[in-house]
DNA sequence: CGGCATCCTACCTGATACTG
DNA sequence: CAGTATCAGGTAGGATGCCG
């Protein structure tokens, strides 16, 4: 899950490295990615709040997807040295620069229901 | 994931259709469905040209994830009944319409690579 | 050519328990 | 508070092989 242009398996691989969209995809790759990005887009975020943020996310998943955008540089993780614990998450220039994308899904999903509405 | 609007635990459920970008992120949901659509933006295209353009798919998922896409409505599948079999797929105007988000993923990954340069 | 059918693995969730 | 550990169960995805 965050491994990517490495392990190209010999040949008629085009993918990861001359597309762009595969590219991004491949940061994105995760479940959750994109909605932790939205929600982290307007304000740094506490684990917790962000759980709360994501109906349906497991706390297993939050922390490794969280971790997987650390160190694709999306997220940056300030840990308070404090009882209790505070941690906050929030996005990095990079993850920022991804706006656009979450920009564009969020004026999609709004259309959406505007042009072919759900019934 | 069709109803959410009932279990709604008292608020607190952003969910499925409050949420455009899940809404987003609902029909985008499959591993190529992204890239599916962003090679079906130029032009209509065949089954195994398509599998061909999309290095590393399966044929059943591809398949899985075309009538995935056909029963979103993204996607249209029309069948020559000629022999051997020709099956063409196209996006409709609906799919048409994810256009910008796909576009986003693709300037994000050309400026990603100028940016922060993958060493 | 464009699929299904089958089998099998990897990933995701849910619940619960435990730590610093 | 913010995790880590573990187990069960489900679904998504991968690798074949067969068929009209």
Redesign the interface.
Same mark, same amino acid.
């Given at each position: 899950m965050s491994d990517d242009?490495k392990d190209t398996p010999s040949g008629?691989?085009?993918?990861y490295e001359t597309?762009?969209?595969?590219?991004?995809?491949t940061?994105?790759?995760g479940?959750w990615k994109? *909605?932790i990005i939205?929600e982290l887009l307007p304000a740094p975020c506490r684990f917790n709040e962000l759980k709360?943020?994501l109906?349906?996310v497991s706390q297993r998943l939050l922390t490794a997807q969280l971790r997987s955008l650390e160190e694709d540089?999306i997220v940056d993780r300030k840990v308070m040295e404090v009882v209790p614990p505070h941690v906050e998450y929030s996005l990095s220039e990079?993850g920022r620069? *991804?706006q656009?994308? *979450?920009?564009?899904?969020?004026?999609?999903?709004?259309?959406?229901?505007k042009?072919?509405p759900?019934s």
């Open positions: 242009s008629a691989f085009i993918g597309c762009p969209v595969r590219r991004t995809l940061v994105l790759n479940k994109p *909605l939205y709360r943020r109906p349906g540089g990079k620069s *991804l656009p994308v *979450l920009q564009a899904m969020e004026t999609w999903g709004e259309n959406e229901v042009n072919f759900i």
